[in-house]
């Protein structure tokens, strides 16, 4: 079917912040919230999320308001995207304060965030995805990643796409970056990567999950 939106992008990107509250409660548990290392991560981690999430609040929501905004259940799921952002931005901020602070409930918090987290994107991915489908066009869902792409800029961009790929298995690398512009690709290999690489996100061993990327 020709016409069905590749929601490859927004799946990817949520394995991306799943993927970090992953390796901030490693570093927790380990005791390594205090490091460089894992406030670089967090600081990308927070940056990412809100680049998403303004983006979805400011664009997606309002035109999936239009297009099926009298479909049954339509304005209570709008409704629930929009509260479970919401509710996730205190638990960010409160998070990052504790970090900063070293705090002995890191861990819960850390827990909390990641429960509120896995919750919106599921909800999100089992049917505000659906009816994205059901309404939108692929051409729609295009304006939508240069909506992505206009808020992030060239610097955004050099940040989320080694960001995304790091980790990821050769395979799925190369079935995210196939939907890159080649010349984008080149330029995350020959700069973005080394210099995502350099930044040691979360902990330095994990630097070298990104050797073979691109
Ligand atoms: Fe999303």
Known sequence: MTDQI??????????????DLVRLEAAVADGRAATQEVRK????FTTQLHVHHTVEDEWLW????????????????????EAEHARLDPLLEELGGALEANAADLAE????LTTVLDRHLEHEEDEALPLIQEVMTPADWKEF?????????????????PWIIDGMSRADRRRFLAHLPAPV?????????????RRRLWNPTEAGSLKKAA
């Open 185 to 197: 690709r080149a330029i995350n290999r020959l700069a973005w990567t080394p210099r995502y690489r």
């Open 109 to 112: 918090r850390v827990e909390t």
């Open 145 to 161: 990643g240069s909506a992505m792409a206009r808020r992030q800029g060239v610097k955004g961009a050099a940040a989320y796409v």
């Open 62 to 81: 309002p035109r999936l308001a239009e297009l099926a905004g009298d479909r049954p259940g339509a304005p209570t799921l709008l409704a629930e995207m």
């Open 6 to 19: 590749d929601f490859t992008m927004m799946y990817v990107t949520h394995d991306a912040f799943r993927r």
């Open 41 to 44: 991560g967090w600081d990308n």
